[in-house]
């Protein structure tokens, strides 16, 4: 009998991917070649060893070929009886909802619909269809981009519940496996379009790489193991340095720290943010290390911030709740937390303004006031630091604004342009 073309079961029982008999592996299944062979695979294996496999497809919509993906894998599944489960999802509306990238938005989008299907089922894991090329063009991307060893670790066999039986197959074996078993796939048009990094390096670099040396996807991956262990070391290093929970850290201990320790010290408080890793990068890393040095404030990937004070670094991430600009009316206005009146009756507390337009929003970074007597205009961000509003508290400041320009803020002033003209004609904006 002729040995099988793709053999993982080896690999999974290294790496304790087979389930407890009965149990459930849930399979991500996009309707490629890879994915249609590692469902297949799980489904045969499952019949061995006493598992069972269900199928996950999520419709992003992106190409007009998605629905003739999802029926591919829908028919493959009712053919072998694999429960099959699907979502279709608005990718881009999500890129402006996350404040993330195309890419990442997409798979955070995906590995959130495969956790909650997961769950929702009783599986015991996520398997997805990543291959011995994956992995060897993953970590050489990674060394282009630049990056330290947890980059170069390249893919984790196992990581959260996510297991990837097929990392040790060559790509070679899934084509023999499609081809022994006669399975129809789809492919994906993008996949053939080298303006993609990833695209140009598997059909154009990895080939001339090849003529080099015949085994050097084999190597590559051997490489990754080894830092991969090694980087897990350093991990658990690192982790020991920092609280237990929350994304505040003194910057005594950060500091003190090896100073190769510091960077992973910081990555593994940015894992605590919810929003997407994959933007940030050494160079904001270095950044934030300097910050803990000098105190101050950082903008970085994702929406998220960071904030050195009293000896204290705090990485944070929007409030979701901060209103959009809303229109005032006369009479009581509420926006988000904020009760605003406008009156034409004076309060000695109110701003005066002109009439007009007048709405109110959270303040932005490209906020500025010219004040009356004042030389020309300043930044709000400027006027609320000499007034002695911390960073991590100016969403809370509310800012009026006359026909969409940020005219009058509490506590700091009004702009010239929106200073009443004449005596007698002004409202009077209230906050309570």
Same mark, same amino acid.
């Given at each position: /009998? ?9 690999? /999974? ?26 469902? #297949? ?20 919509? /992106? ?70 090329? #994956? ?13 330290? *060893? ?74 990754? #193991? ?63 290390? /300097? ?31 901060? *209103? ?37 929003? *959270? ?26 509003? *911390?960073?991590?508290?100016? #969403? ?37």
């Amino acid at each position: /009998m002729s040995k099988p073309v793709v053999d993982a079961a080896a690999w /999974m029982e290294r790496f304790g991917m087979l389930p407890p008999p009965g149990g459930t592996i849930l399979c991500a299944v996009s309707g490629g070649r890879d994915s249609v062979c590692l469902l #297949d695979y799980l489904w045969r294996l499952g019949q061995e060893r006493g598992f069972s496999v269900a199928a996950a497809h999520l419709n992003h919509g /992106m190409r007009p070929t998605a629905q003739r993906d999802e029926e591919l894998v829908r028919r493959l599944c009712r053919q072998r009886d694999i429960p099959f489960y699907t979502e279709k999802v608005d990718v881009y509306a999500l890129c402006d909802a996350w404040r993330l990238t195309v890419e990442e938005t997409g798979r955070r989008a995906r590995y959130e619909f495969l956790r909650r299907t997961a769950a929702s089922i009783g599986a015991a894991f996520i398997a997805t269809a990543h291959h011995r090329e #994956d992995q060897a063009e993953t970590v050489l991307l990674q060394l282009l981009r630049g990056t330290g *060893p947890q980059g170069l670790a390249g893919i984790p066999p196992v990581r959260e519940g996510i297991i990837r039986p097929l990392l040790d197959t060559p790509r070679a074996a899934i084509d023999a496996y499609i081809a022994a078993h006669d399975l129809p796939y789809v492919t994906d048009e993008t996949n053939l379009d080298t303006h993609y990094a990833r695209n140009r390096l598997r059909l154009e670099i990895m080939p001339q790489l090849l003529t080099i040396n015949p085994s050097a996807p084999a190597h590559i991956c051997r490489t990754a #193991d080894i830092l991969r262990a090694e980087n897990d070391y350093l991990d658990a290093q690192a982790a020991a340095l920092l609280p237990d929970t929350g994304t505040a850290l003194p910057c005594h201990t950060l500091l003190s720290a090896p100073a190769a320790l510091r960077p992973r010290m910081l990555r593994l408080l940015a894992e605590r943010l919810p929003v997407g890793k994959k933007d940030f990068s050494a160079a904001h890393y270095r950044a934030l290390e /300097m910050l803990a040095q000098t105190g101050g404030t950082l903008s970085l990937p994702g929406g998220a911030a960071a904030v050195c004070r009293q000896g204290t670094l705090t990485l944070t991430v929007p409030d979701a709740s901060r *209103p959009e600009e809303t229109p005032l009316h006369p009479g009581d206005n509420r926006v988000g937390a904020w009760h605003i009146r406008l009156s034409d009756t004076f309060s000695p507390d109110a701003l005066a303004v002109r009439p007009g337009a007048w709405s109110a929003r *959270p303040w932005r970074r490209e906020d500025g006031l010219t004040l009356p007597g004042s030389r020309g205009r300043r930044s709000l961000k400027r006027l609320l630091a000499e007034r002695g509003v *911390p960073p991590e508290q100016r #969403d809370a400041v509310p800012v009026f604004c006359l026909a969409g320009q940020a005219a009058a803020v509490p506590g700091v002033g009004v702009d010239a342009s929106a200073v009443p003209e004449q005596p007698g004609n002004t409202i009077y904006i209230q906050l309570f």
